[in-house]
């Protein structure tokens, strides 16, 4: 397992984009709109890694409400797995609590799964496969 990439809940996502291109090392993906979760987002890359940018298009998705309660800034860590569907069920298996029970589409045409922040010390995490 390995890192995929930080998630970082912004207001602008253009404004974003700008601030931190300088530290890229290369150029931002275009902006896409992720179904069902009303967020737009661009990826930037960060040698192996990337920043993920999270701009809601409503005030009410999960980023809108997000953004309300704490602000700009981290939203969530992703890792690179095999299988998104395996990762989730180990952290069923330990106990831990889902956001989402299985595998389901994600940026980037990735399949994606979330683990609730209480599995993880008050982090979010995400499971990414890879393309």
């Known amino acids: 397992m390995q ?3 930080l998630g970082i809940a912004v207001e602008n996502l253009d404004a974003a984009l700008r601030a931190y291109g300088p530290l890229a ?8 709109v992720v179904g069902g979760q009303d967020v737009r987002v661009s990826f930037l890359p960060l040698g192996a890694t990337h920043l993920e940018f999270l701009e809601p298009t409503k005030p009410d998705s999960p980023v809108g409400r997000f953004l309300a309660r704490r602000g700009p800034g981290l939203h ?8 998104v569907d395996a ?5 069923r298996e330990r106990g831990g609590r889902l956001i989402d029970d299985r595998s389901r589409p994600g940026a980037r045409g990735r399949r994606v799964g979330f683990a609730h922040p209480s599995a993880f010390l ?3 995490v995400e499971f990414v496969e890879g393309p």
Do not use: K, Q, R, Y
């Open 87 to 91: 990762a989730l069920a180990s952290i």
């Open 122 to 124: 008050g982090s979010l």
């Open 25 to 32: 090392s290369g150029a931002a993906s275009t902006p896409e």
């Open 3 to 5: 890192l995929d990439h």
């Open 76 to 83: 969530h860590v992703a890792f690179a797995v095999p299988n």
